[in-house]
């Protein structure tokens, strides 16, 4: 698989999202299979995995520390802080300098390394200045504990502000087809300072794939059954970006998959997205993406067809949305 730079990080063009592994979309696949999948990824090119501590929580961090320590040194592994997981704060975020160094630590043990090749603050703390976190950071790097910063779901000013402090190698947000918030403000604070772009759920969790009828149910405890978006009603109505992509990969030969992530691909050549799977043949066609080449005309085609369309339903529930910073 060709390689893209996010900062002055290479990685694979297409990464892969492990949060699926121990959390969120159900059911819970078994542990040893998603370790082969991981394996099996670094063998199809993918080099950049993403985790966090939240995931599970922490079980994800410790799936992925197992199935990547004998390839170490081939990857590039992204983990998180932030959330309170063990202190309880009461916003439900912990960007504490303390909190930051202890949780690095337990990181590190989970996933078997010395290093965290790129950590993200996972939600800005309103409570803990983010300079303070971005120093943090820094000292982190100074001691080769961590050699890339990151920001996930952040806002232009907090990241013009942690950049200052320490250079911000990634911004992780949520970005796709249906849902194209960072492009008028995130994405050109990003090119002006030469931070990489991470869009999770490029497939819109699932939904964009096509293989998610109004009809369709979720198991209890899928975090789906939360989202506003995939409330059967919306999903009646968002079927017109599905109706959209399944046109384009009909014309293509492609699935609608592989265009949707080829779309985010032909944005710009600093976006790394990292779309999750827990199925072989869906790792295998995600990766295939990355050779699907939508023409100038494809997208002009896309982008005059959806200045019509507009999502609805909110991307996350009432209280995950208070943690976006804006």
Not at 120 to 141: F, N
Request: proline share 6%; net charge negative.
């Amino acid at each position: 698989m060709e390689t893209r730079t996010l900062g002055t990080l290479e990685v694979s063009a297409i990464g892969l999202g492990c949060m699926g592994m121990s959390q969120s979309y159900l059911p819970i696949p078994d542990r040893s299979e998603m370790i082969s999948l991981a394996r099996t990824a670094v063998e199809e090119g993918v080099t950049f995995f993403d985790t966090a501590q939240v995931y599970g929580p922490f079980t994800n961090e410790e799936l992925v520390g197992e199935a990547l320590e004998p390839v170490r040194d081939q990857v590039v592994i992204a983990t998180k802080f932030g959330f309170a997981l063990e202190t309880g704060a009461p916003t439900g975020l912990d960007s504490r300098p303390e909190t930051i160094r202890s949780s690095v630590e337990r990181s590190l043990e989970r996933l078997r390394t010395d290093t965290i090749d790129l950590l993200y603050q996972h939600r800005v703390d309103p409570d803990v200045p983010i300079e303070e976190v971005a120093g943090t950071v820094k000292e982190l790097i100074a001691e080769g504990k961590v050699k890339h910063f990151g920001l996930s779901e952040a806002g232009v000013q907090n990241i013009r502000r942690a950049h200052a402090v320490q250079p911000v190698t990634a911004l992780q947000s949520e970005y796709s087809l249906w849902w194209r918030e960072p492009e008028a403000e995130i994405l050109p604070t990003l090119e002006e300072l030469g931070i990489g772009f991470v869009p999770f759920s490029p497939l819109g969790k699932g939904f964009l794939t096509g293989k998610i009828d109004p009809d369709a149910t979720f198991d209890d405890g899928d975090f789906r059954n939360t989202v506003p978006r995939f409330d059967p009603e919306a999903r009646k109505a968002n079927r017109a970006f599905v109706d959209l992509i399944g046109r384009i990969a009909e014309r293509k030969g492609a699935t609608s998959a592989q265009v949707a992530l080829a779309w985010v691909l032909a944005q710009k050549p600093w976006f790394v997205p990292i779309p999750g799977t827990t199925k072989q043949h869906r790792l295998e066609e995600n990766i295939a993406a990355s050779k699907v080449e939508l023409t100038t005309d494809d997208l002009r085609e896309i982008d005059e067809a959806e200045s019509s369309l507009t999502a609805v339903g909110e991307r996350y529930s009432e209280a995950n949305q208070r943690m976006i910073d804006r």
